[in-house]
């Protein structure tokens, strides 16, 4: 019988998720399906309840409701310690004892991406975060691990910074920042984390922030962003946007669900080719 996966969000028609999974699946001859399920805002819950009661054996969660699927655990379920300390979680897996096990895979996907794909180490470098959102905070312990110098998070409300840096400060070098602080202080990463690529606009970050070789990253895919944009005009060396993280969080959950981790390569190629 064939094993079924989805997606769930709200919207969700746009999502590559159903196609990056089936190429998965083709790839390391697994039979799964994978499907893209629209939740009404108000009922995430009962969405995924009757998914599960219909046999289904996991799912991604996208936006807006990797808050709820944090809160969804209860006795007996498992969150991963990337999912606790992010509040947010971005894969279920159902597991046959009737429990579920909760996980983020969102960070796990960015440093792939960044490490194997782009090439670009992060050990011993300076990071700029900018965002305190669930964006951003689903990435911060991935990001740590990777020991870096130092890990700067900026925020247009610095208190939130803060705070985000406190409650990841046992985990390595991390610091809250507001925007006006960052001038004279150069990165040799800077993450783009906020929704300001969504709108067209451009997080306000002074001159010169990217020291030389750097990297310029944002998790906005598709298009040319105002961040990008800057990037460029700033000398950045290296420019991404988030599609290779969109298909390494993707292939993380596979490798949870399957146990088995499908090559991305292929896959990043065949959703950037026109």
């Known amino acids: 019988m064939t094993d079924r996966y989805a997606v769930i969000g709200n919207p969700i028609a746009h999502s590559k998720s ?4 089936a190429e998965f699946a083709r790839q390391t001859g697994q039979d799964l399906s994978y499907e893209a399920l629209l939740a009404p805002l108000d009922g995430f ?9 219909q046999g289904g054996r996991g799912m991604n969660v996208t936006v807006p409701f990797k808050l709820e699927a944090f809160a ?21 897996k159902c597991e046959a004892d009737g429990h ?13 991406d960044i490490v194997h794909n782009l090439g670009f180490s992060l050990a011993g470098k300076r990071i700029l975060l900018m965002g305190a959102g669930g964006a951003a905070r689903g990435v911060v312990l991935p990001l740590l691990q ?3 110098q130092a890990l700067v998070i900026a925020n247009r409300t610095a208190g939130k910074a803060f705070a985000m840096a406190s409650d990841f400060a046992p985990y390595g070098a991390v610091a809250g920042s507001g925007y006006d602080d960052l001038a004279g202080q150069t990165f040799d990463v800077v993450i783009n984390a906020t929704s300001s690529s969504l709108n067209e ?24 962003t105002p ?3 800057f990037a460029r005009g700033q000398g950045a060396a290296r420019l991404a946007d988030g599609l290779g993280m969109l298909v390494e969080q993707a292939a993380e959950s596979f490798f949870l669900w399957r146990g088995v981790r499908p090559d991305t390569a292929p896959v990043i190629a065949l959703l950037k080719a026109p």
Request: aromatic share 8%; proline share 6%.
């Open 18 to 21: 159903p196609r990056i999974h």
């Open 45 to 53: 819950a009962a969405a995924v309840q009757a998914f599960r009661e």
């Open 72 to 92: 969804l655990a209860r006795k007996g379920d498992r969150l991963s310690e990337r999912a606790s300390l992010a509040q947010a979680v971005n894969t279920l």
């Open 100 to 112: 579920l096990y909760l996980d983020n895979t969102d960070g796990a996907g960015l440093v792939r």
């Open 146 to 148: 990777q020991q870096p």
């Open 201 to 224: 606009e451009l997080p306000p970050l002074p001159q010169g922030v990217f020291a030389a070789g750097a990297l310029a990253y944002d998790m906005m895919y598709g298009k040319d």
């Open 227 to 229: 961040f990008l944009r």
